[in-house]
T-cell receptor
Framework: NAGVMQNPRHLVRRRGQEARLRCSPM?????VYWYRQLPEEGLKFMVYLQKENIIDESGMPKERFSAEFPKEGPSILRIQQVVRGDSAAYFCASSPETGSTTDTQYFGPGTRLTVL | AQTVTQSQPEMSVQEAETVTLSCTYD???????LFWYKQPPSRQMILVIRQEAYKQQNATENRFSVNFQKAAKSFSLKISDSQLGDTAMYFC???????????????FGTGTRLKVLA
């Protein structure tokens, strides 16, 4: 059973470009979460999605950032007009739909975004 | 708002020895979940152990155990018989019950960097 997959693992963008980060949850998981980790810091929650729905986006910056989890395909975190401060590791996590294990999130390997 | 505090930025332990990492949190909730995650140099986040607040019994996973003190809002991780492969960043995380919060987001501490010495 494959784990959470993220691609690309490393992404380099110049200021003003767009960054698209992809996340495929574990098989059977319908909850997806995105977290950001700045250098030497802990992970900060950004957004929680279920298929075709954003459930909690309380951690998303108001501008330039958006996320989706379509009915088919991976979840996408999109950052428009990137700035140097967006450089970070972005982690995706997933959890199953029901049951007592819903609270446990399984993380992908992360995408390290570098903005030049 | 909930906060999670890890007061030890760095720790070291000799191989085969025991080490305890501390974590405290602040919440007014009664139902919640606590986790320890390990992040080795590969940066992959790996679940170490989880604890439901309604359970009084401390969780244990092989060499890893927790000391959960609900009244004190403390959730420390004990690693017994430390191994070189335990070298990593360790993050404590808190999550409110979905019933009360409507979300499953984690709140992480800032981490403790553990180095196991040969």
């Amino acid at each position: 059973n494959a784990g959470v997959m993220q691609n690309p693992r490393h992404l380099v963008r110049r200021r003003g470009q767009e960054a698209r980060l992809r996340c495929s949850p574990m098989k059977g998981h319908s909850h997806v979460y995105w977290y950001r980790q700045l250098p030497e810091e802990g992970l900060k929650f950004m957004v929680y999605l279920q298929k075709e729905n954003i459930i909690d986006e309380s951690g998303m910056p108001k501008e330039r950032f958006s996320a989706e989890f379509p009915k088919e395909g991976p979840s996408i975190l999109r950052i428009q007009q990137v700035v140097r401060g967006d450089s970070a590791a972005y982690f995706c996590a997933s959890s199953p739909e029901t049951g007592s294990t819903t609270d446990t999130q399984y993380f992908g390997p992360g995408t390290r975004l570098t903005v030049l | 708002a909930q906060t999670v505090t890890q007061s030890q930025p760095e720790m070291s332990v000799q191989e085969a020895e025991t080490v305890t990492l501390s974590c405290t949190y602040d919440t007014s909730e009664n139902n919640y979940y606590l986790f320890w995650y390990k992040q080795p140099p590969s940066r992959q986040m790996i679940l170490v152990i989880r604890q439901e607040a309604y359970k009084q019994q401390n969780a244990t996973e092989n060499r890893f155990s927790v000391n959960f003190q609900k009244a004190a809002k403390s959730f420390s991780l004990k690693i017994s018989d430390s191994q070189l492969g335990d070298t990593a960043m360790y993050f404590c995380a808190f999550m409110k019950s979905f019933v009360t919060s409507g979300t499953y987001k984690y709140i992480f501490g800032t981490g403790t960097r553990l180095k196991v010495l040969a």
